[in-house]
């Protein structure tokens, strides 16, 4: 879970977590463009408050975001170690689009800071880049992904997959299927 600043009031920092709180929830029932003033009030705070705390959209985002990144981080430095480097880079990636679809917009969100470093959902696309960037050299350098497949362009991709899946909730085998589509073409031949 995030934590809340090194120093903040006891007062402040449990209007800190339930501002979470109330995020993580209005997200997974209403999507990330969910109304940032029901989120105060379900946290009993007032707008101004939120905006304290969470300076804008994305910068809520990227604290609800943290723990799925966390996990995703987690994951990618186990993956490190498996014996078949293009199968962990695809297991990755098929995490990265499970987890984009846990919240409707995320994925859209996710695809418009890509090449955002400006963007506080950027301290977690920063992170996340590094990581499958380290799968994607470990797979390219055993030979079993195309040395000009880029992590940039497969993170667009995944996030895009998700978004079609997002789009589709009828079909839940979808985001897998474009998955594997999409990654046939990232093996060397």
Request: with cysteine; charged share 25%; glycine share 8%.
């Amino acid at each position: 879970m995030t934590k809340p600043p090194a120093g903040m009031r006891a007062d402040a920092r449990r209007n800190h977590e339930r501002l979470l709180t109330e995020a993580r929830s209005a997200f997974a029932t209403h999507g990330t463009d969910a109304s940032l003033e029901d989120v105060a009030r379900r946290a009993g705070v007032g707008i101004g408050t939120l905006y304290r705390h969470f300076p804008n959209r994305h910068a809520l985002l990227s604290a609800v975001f943290e723990e799925a990144v966390s996990d995703l981080l987690a994951r990618s430095r186990e993956l490190l170690n498996a014996p078949e480097s293009c199968t962990a880079l695809v297991t990755w990636l098929r995490e990265i689009v499970r987890h984009a679809g846990e919240y409707r917009g995320l994925a859209h969100a996710l695809m418009s800071v890509t090449t955002d470093n400006t963007s506080a959902l950027a301290r977690c696309s920063g992170p996340i880049r590094e990581a499958g960037g380290a799968l994607l050299a470990r797979a390219q350098e055993t030979g079993t992904v195309r040395t000009d497949v880029a992590i940039g362009d497969l993170l667009q991709l995944t996030h895009a997959i998700a978004l079609a899946a997002e789009e589709s909730p009828g079909d839940p085998e979808l985001a897998d299927r474009l998955l594997l589509l999409t990654l046939r073409g990232l093996k060397d031949t």
